[in-house]
């Protein structure tokens, strides 16, 4: 079997990327083991759209605009990494990511609804969208069982 590769959320691997210079690492042993196989390829799209850590909350919009709690519209940094990602995986062939659920970049299911409020809707980040257009399959921390499964 080919080796798979697959793009990860660079704060679930404990990297402090986050918009508050924290990591969110998942302490789960089947990220843990292919991360000792050499399978897993680290990645923030937010710091690779060229936005600073620690930086400005941002939610997506109703418009689909990516907006900070003060109203500076990052749409453009968002985009950037998103394509940033998307080139990642198409010069490294990789087929799946892991990203870190709710983030308005990495969502998979969720999202926040753009009030700052705490809410969350059904959606897809930035980075997550463009990726599912590319037909790569995009999973979270909570559903590394279903990659699993189809790795197997
Ligand atoms: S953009 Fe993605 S990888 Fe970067 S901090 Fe946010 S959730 Fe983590």
């Known amino acids: 079997m080919k080796t798979p590769k697959i793009l990860v959320s660079a704060c679930l691997l404990g990297c402090p990327v986050r918009y508050d210079g ?11 083991r292919w991360q000792a196989n050499g ?13 600073p850590t620690p930086r400005l909350a941002a939610e997506i919009q109703s ?8 109203e500076r519209d990052v749409t453009t940094a968002f985009v950037r990494g998103a394509e940033q990602a998307l080139t990642l995986c198409q010069q490294q062939q990789i087929q799946y990511a892991i990203l870190k659920e709710s983030s308005p970049s990495c ?3 969720n999202i926040y609804n753009g ?4 809410q969350k809707i059904p959606g897809e980040g930035i980075t997550t969208r463009l990726l599912r257009q ?19």
């Open 22 to 32: 924290q990591s969110k690492p998942v302490h789960h042993t089947l990220l843990q």
């Open 39 to 51: 399978w897993l390829v680290p990645f923030c799209p937010e710091q690779a759209g060229g936005l």
């Open 63 to 70: 418009d689909g605009r990516v907006m900070t709690g003060c």
């Open 107 to 109: 969502g998979s299911s």
């Open 115 to 118: 009030q700052f409020s705490g």
């Open 134 to 152: 590319h037909h790569i399959q995009v999973f979270s921390e909570q559903n590394l069982d279903e990659l699993f499964a189809l790795l197997s």
